[in-house]
């Protein structure tokens, strides 16, 4: 089976099998990226932009470093660099950054949809970097990616997201991917966090983190995003942590093998403590570790990368009808 989307812009419209498809691919550049030589030439002439209108650290460097293991040309273009600051639409910008001859434009930016918006403009590949409080596909692939790594599976695992569920593009992407891979999807989080319409995307609202704790197979612990709180939604980070935060404490009422996921950047001793941030359950840093190898496969596929494991695929179909 080939990938056929020419555009990543959220697991939403994605089908299990293309899901499947990316994570499967994900497997063989992780390898690379332990190399000595971290560098392959399949992307050697394509050009990439990386157009970002919101601040960013990890979602940017992860891509930078997927697009140069590949040996693609890349451009990091930020608000305060572009003629966005004169006035220039998205548009505008993209067209003309496009007029350049690039081939894939990364875009992360405040308003949800603008990656689809701007998909529907430009000839070249879009990648959506986080929307809004829309998706953010490649981290829900790369926290997908290391939940199979570490559980050997996804359907049928209990996976509960904890924090901030209204502002989280994060906790979109998870919902719709980890439910089309077959895993029960839970949140937990203050009431005034935990928008009620969130149910309707298949999930169960638990409104203690007590209740979950002894039936997770994975915690997923989002960030509190006060920038983008317009008014206090708790009465303080104290009051937080202390009945939402995930600490040891709360830890000895989980399952021994339960996995602790965070796409970071951490508030501790907000959304975790420490010594739980630090500790045997997470899996922190391997989430980094996994969103360069996720991103190449991303890359690697938009660009009409075959996929891992299709050659094997085809040849097996062959000799089933000769």
Known sequence: MQFTRKHLLGLEELADEEI??????????????????????????????????????????????????????????????????????LVDTARNIEAMKIDMVVIRHS???????????IASNVINAGDGWHEHPTQGLLDMFTIREHK????????????????????????????????????????????????????????????????????????????RMQSSSFPSLGEYNRLYGITNARLARAAKDVLILHPGPMNRGVE???????????????????????????????AGGIPAGAAEAAAMREQETS
Do not use: W
């Open 20 to 89: 499947r498809m990316i994570l499967d691919t994900a497997v063989p550049f992780k390898e690379i990226s332990e190399r000595q030589i971290k560098k392959v030439p399949v992307l050697r002439g394509k050009t990439i932009v990386n157009l970002f209108f919101e601040p960013s650290t990890r979602t940017r460097t992860s891509f930078e470093f997927a697009e140069k293991r590949l040996s693609a040309d890349t451009i990091n273009i930020s608000t305060s660099q572009s003629s966005v600051v004169k006035g220039e639409t």
């Open 111 to 121: 308003a949800s949809g603008a990656p689809a918006f701007l998909a529907q403009r």
């Open 152 to 227: 050997g599976k996804i359907e049928g695992l209990k996976v509960v997201i904890v924090g901030d569920i209204l502002h989280s593009r994060v906790a979109r992407s998870n919902i719709f991917g980890l439910r089309k891979m077959g895993a029960e999807v839970g949140v937990c989080g203050p009431p005034t966090l935990v928008p009620g319409t969130i149910a309707q995307l298949g999930v169960t609202i638990y409104p203690t983190v007590e209740d979950v704790l002894a039936e997770a197979d994975v915690i997923n612990v989002l960030r509190i995003q006060l920038e």
């Open 272 to 302: 975790i403590d420490s010594d739980v941030a630090d500790g045997d359950h997470q899996v922190i840093l391997k989430q980094v570790t996994n969103g360069v190898a996720v991103r190449m496969a991303v890359l690697f596929l938009l």
